[in-house]
Structure formats: structure tokens, C-alpha cells
């Protein structure tokens, strides 16, 4: 079997962003219409993730209702209903756009990092599609709490 991938509504960006953070293939975009997270979702054989029940009705599309308004509880909802610790690949996405991150040299991103950035960290990341660089910054160990929230039963 393979992982999931996910498509999420509009109501779900909080949930899409966790789980890109875990490594999750989640489509997202406060833009996207029904038709598109159909579509999406059909074509792509994703997991359509909503917190209405509306999508419910299209019995060719796996849609998983989100009961709570909470990302935490959103979170823990899909991580247990698909048994995801078993397939994480944490901080390999990107957390903006979905795409793969790849590790880069700082010199060949030196001039688009600020000062404090350049001078204090080493390790970087950068996502093929758009560009984005991450380092393991302030942000890191409350990500990382996360991370361990799933693998940690």
C-alpha cells in the first residue's frame, strides 16, 4: 500500500500545512472552487479532505468529513484514521506549496538568505517548485514536537 495523498478545502489550511510538514502530498489553495477539489481529487485518486459534508454525495471521490474546528483535533483525526506513522517523511516538503525540498549548499543560496540567517545556520533546504528556503530556525523544535506527537503514540 501506498501513503495517502490529500486534496484540502478551503476550511483546511492549517491541517494541509501539518501534514506537508509530515511529508503528506496535500493540495491546498483557498482559491480552489468544488469543482476543482473534485476534479483534483477524482483525476489524482486523492483523499478529498472537508469540513462539509457536502462532497459526500460524489461516491467516486474518498472524502473524509474534518468534525472539528481545531487543527489539532483536524490533525489527529486523519493521522489516525489513516494510520500515517507509518509512512512519514518529515520535512521533505514544502510547507507553502507541496513540493519536494532538496538540500543546498548555503553559498549557492547566500545571497537570498538575510544576515542573521547567514551567519548563525549551515544546513538549508530549498523546494524544487518554488523556491522557498528552510533552515532549521526558532520555528524548528516547535515542528518538531509535532513530528514526535505522531511517531510517539
Known amino acids: 500500500m501506498e501513503a495517502p495523498t490529500f486534496v484540502a478545502d478551503v476550511h483546511l489550511g492549517k491541517l494541509a500545512k ?6 503528506f502530498d496535500t493540495l491546498y489553495s483557498n482559491a480552489y472552487t468544488p ?17 462539509g459534508s457536502a ?22 483525526q486523519v ?16 510547507l507553502v506549496c ?24 549551515s544546513e538549508f533546504w530549498q523546494c524544487a517548485t518554488c523556491h522557498r528556503i528552510y533552515w532549521k530556525g526558532s520555528h524548528y523544535d516547535h515542528m518538531l514536537n509535532l513530528v514526535q506527537k505522531v511517531r510517539v503514540p
Open 98 to 121: 507541496n513540493g519536494l525540498l532538496k538540500k543546498v549548499d548555503k553559498e549557492t543560496i547566500a545571497t537570498q538568505l538575510q544576515p542573521n540567517t547567514r551567519q548563525y545556520f
Open 79 to 94: 493521522v489516525q484514521q489513516f494510520a500515517l506513522r507509518e509512512w512519514l517523511h518529515p520535512f521533505t516538503r514544502c
Open 18 to 23: 501539518a501534514l506537508r510538514l509530515l511529508g
Open 55 to 76: 462532497f459526500q454525495k460524489h461516491t467516486d471521490v474518498h472524502t473524509v468529513v474534518i468534525q472539528s474546528e481545531d487543527p489539532d483535533r483536524q490533525f489527529q
Open 35 to 51: 469543482t476543482q477539489l473534485l476534479a483534483l481529487a477524482r483525476e489524482q485518486h486523492r483523499v478529498l479532505l472537508s469540513r
